[in-house]
Nanobody, 123 residues
Framework: QVQLVESGGGLVQAGGSLGLSCAAS????????MGWFRQAPGKEREFVAA????????TYADSVKGRFTISKDNAKNTVYLQIDSLKPEDTAVYYC????????????????WGQGTQVTVSA
């Protein structure tokens, strides 16, 4: 069982930056691929970014490429999402996720989910 706790959400103006963190309880955190998803009001949850268990592979949704950066610190059992050049359409609840295989993460089928953190971007 892996417990994931997100933090760092909040209200920010368009064009600003925000850093999200996700702390994991797993003793074997370093063996998990990690990812971020988001769900905007009235929309389905969508994949945002993923990072392999080594941290050597990252992948992003086309809508966030160049603005979002995912990283992983295995020593701290934490995955991060740096969001730059925020847009109002980035407003959503952001969820952290963990999976033993990055492919299942990208398909939207991770094994574990966090409870989410709200990001609101004002115009």
């Amino acid at each position: 069982q892996v417990q994931l706790v997100e933090s760092g959400g909040g209200l920010v103006q368009a064009g600003g930056s925000l850093g999200l963190s996700c702390a994991a309880s797993a003793r074997t955190f370093s063996s998990y691929a990690m990812g971020w998803f988001r769900q905007a009001p009235g929309k389905e949850r969508e994949f945002v970014a993923a990072i392999s268990w080594t941290g050597g592979i990252t992948t992003y949704a086309d809508s966030v490429k160049g603005r979002f950066t995912i990283s992983k610190d295995n020593a701290k059992n934490t995955v991060y999402l740096q969001i730059d050049s925020l847009k109002p359409e980035d407003t959503a609840v952001y969820y952290c996720a963990a999976s033993t295989v990055i492919a299942t993460m990208i398909r939207g089928q991770p094994r574990y989910w966090g409870q989410g953190t709200q990001v609101t971007v004002s115009a």
